[in-house]
């Protein structure tokens, strides 16, 4: 078992859907945070426990409100690179029968991951391991659940 280093969040290999969204007054995310839009389209930074994403920010937020940031759009086909978290470490560990589980957004210190003890706000799939099995943080590639994809079905 190996310790990762939990790193940001990131899209995976593979195209993307790029669009270009206002951002909400005095916002401070960070590049590769997950974030949502408000009823005006301007985004803020997915919140703990989130169970509506709209997509990936490519950029650091400005603080100016409206400034335009690239965010990689949420599909059933986008998959993104996170780290498996627990709010206890010794039980951050990846595991092959966390596939195809569903599981919370964990937002901490301008990074989100794959929150394994959060099963109730259900926003993301583990798709596949990329780190072996067993390793504390490991990372894991991951889809949005439809019915969190914010221009999806579980959208506005």
């Given amino acids: 078992m190996a310790i990762q280093t939990l790193e940001p969040a990131r899209p995976s290999k593979g195209p993307i859907w790029l669009e270009y969204y206002g951002e909400q007054s005095g916002e401070t995310f960070k590049q590769y945070e997950f974030v949502v839009a408000d009823t005006d389209g301007q985004i803020t930074a997915c919140a703990d426990d989130a169970t509506l ?3 990936m920010a490519l950029a650091d937020a400005s603080g100016t409100q409206g400034a335009l940031i690239p965010v990689v759009m949420v ?4 998959m993104f690179v996170m780290n498996v ?4 470490p010794g ?3 990846s595991a092959e029968d966390q596939r195809d589980q ?5 937002a901490d210190s301008s990074r989100h991951y794959v929150d394994i003890s959060q099963t109730d706000a259900d926003a993301l799939m583990i798709v596949s391991l990329i780190d072996a099995a067993g390793d ?3 990372k894991v590639n991951v889809v949005v659940l439809p019915e969190a994809q914010q ?3 579980g959208g506005t």
């Fill in 53 to 55: 994403i709209l997509g």
């Fill in 75 to 78: 599909k059933d086909t986008q």
């Fill in 85 to 88: 978290f627990h709010a206890t």
């Fill in 91 to 93: 039980s951050a560990l």
């Fill in 102 to 106: 569903k599981f919370g957004l964990e």
């Fill in 136 to 138: 504390q943080y490991g």
């Fill in 151 to 153: 221009l999806g079905a």
